[in-house]
């Protein structure tokens, strides 16, 4: 009589035949589903939060490609709209709803909306947030002079409605998913390592990120597993809120910031909106079923750039 191993044994210490039949099971799980099936949206419910603006606006329209239902969420319900046209005009499915991430009662009729028009909701983009001029240093206004409530706006913006309020309300409608659900954070190069002049930006990005992984091993822990949480930190992009940063507003020239930006980028340029979609569609998608609580550059590799 042989003694009991202390742990089960694997397929190398089982018998010929043992070890074909957990390599055929193994199979069966895994041949079926191939590579593209693995990233497809198919019958899956989307909510971009911002989905009006530039880069939320490209990122449901990848989501919208890839089979997802699409619910556009914006302060602003004309581009919302548009944006859902837009989708609606190359075969997709998409609707646009008002929201103001600064009050709960909106989340919530936004949420509820979704819910009655597509049944649930599966996927979950946090794209509202930004900086603000009066956060920003400059030679008129130094690190001393930035107001208070300006720097508290801009980690409302991007933090506590930009990103956990959403949350809260989206993510108990998406509790007993069967299918679980993906939610998807927008941090930024700022949370990695400050960038000048923007303190308050920084710090409330550097928050998101925090967030990301908190919610992730929360949600992992205390509800179920296949409720994952993620961010994606996009590099440098060239939209309405940096421009007066990185173009001079006479000439169109790129300024000294500019031009540094794109000296300690590797791939050498802006990122575009469309450049967003590959990342978000594999953290939304079961391609990445095992991925939780990461922040994903996308930056043509600037935070791996040390500038020598
Ligand atoms: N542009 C960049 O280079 C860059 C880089 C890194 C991260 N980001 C982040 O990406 C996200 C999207 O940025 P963007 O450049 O597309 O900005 P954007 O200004 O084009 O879009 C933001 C959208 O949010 C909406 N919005 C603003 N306040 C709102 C509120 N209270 N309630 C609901 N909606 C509101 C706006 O109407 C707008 O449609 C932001 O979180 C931003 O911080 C941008």
């Given amino acids: 009589m042989g003694v009991a191993p202390l742990w089960p044994s694997n397929s190398f210490t089982r018998s010929p035949a043992a070890a074909k039949t957990i390599q055929v099971k193994y199979l069966e799980r895994v041949a079926p589903v191939g590579t593209s099936a693995l990233f497809d949206l198919s019958g899956r419910v989307a909510v971009v939060t911002g989905g009006g603006g530039v880069l939320g606006g490209a990122i449901a329209e990848g989501l919208a490609s890839a089979g997802a239902t699409v619910a556009i969420a914006d302060l602003l319900p004309d ?41 649930r909701v599966d996927i979950l983009v946090n794209a509202v947030g930004g900086n603000m001029k009066g956060a920003t240093t400059s030679p008129e206004q130094t690190f001393f002079d930035l107001p208070a409530d300006t720097l508290q706006k801009v980690f409302e913006l991007n933090l506590t409605g930009g990103t956990i309020l959403p949350s809260q309300i989206f993510v108990k409608a998406m509790l007993d998913n069967p299918g679980g659900a993906s939610i998807i954070n927008i941090s930024s190069m700022n949370a990695f390592r400050p ?13 998101v990120s925090n967030f990301t992984q908190w919610l992730a ?42 031009r540094t930006i794109i000296g300690h980028t590797p791939m050498g340029r802006y990122g575009t909106p469309e450049d967003l979609v590959g990342a978000v569609v594999w953290l939304a998608s079961d391609a990445s079923r095992f991925v939780t609580g990461i922040v994903l550059p996308v930056d043509g590799g600037f935070s791996a750039f040390s500038g020598v």
């Fill in 79 to 119: 581009m919302a709209n548009a944006c859902a046209e837009r989708i609606r005009a190359r075969g997709g499915k998409a609707k646009g709803y008002a929201m103001n991430v600064f009050d709960r009662a909106t989340i919530q009729s936004c949420c509820d909306a979704i819910v009655q028009d597509f049944g």
């Fill in 195 to 207: 960038l000048t002049r923007i303190p308050g930006y920084s710090a409330a990005k550097a928050a």
């Fill in 217 to 258: 091993v929360h949600l992992a822990q205390e509800y179920s597993t296949k409720l994952r949480v993620n961010a994606i930190a996009p590099g440098f992009f060239l939209t309405e809120q940096n421009r007066f940063l990185l173009t001079d507003k006479e000439t169109g020239e790129p300024t000294q910031r500019g």
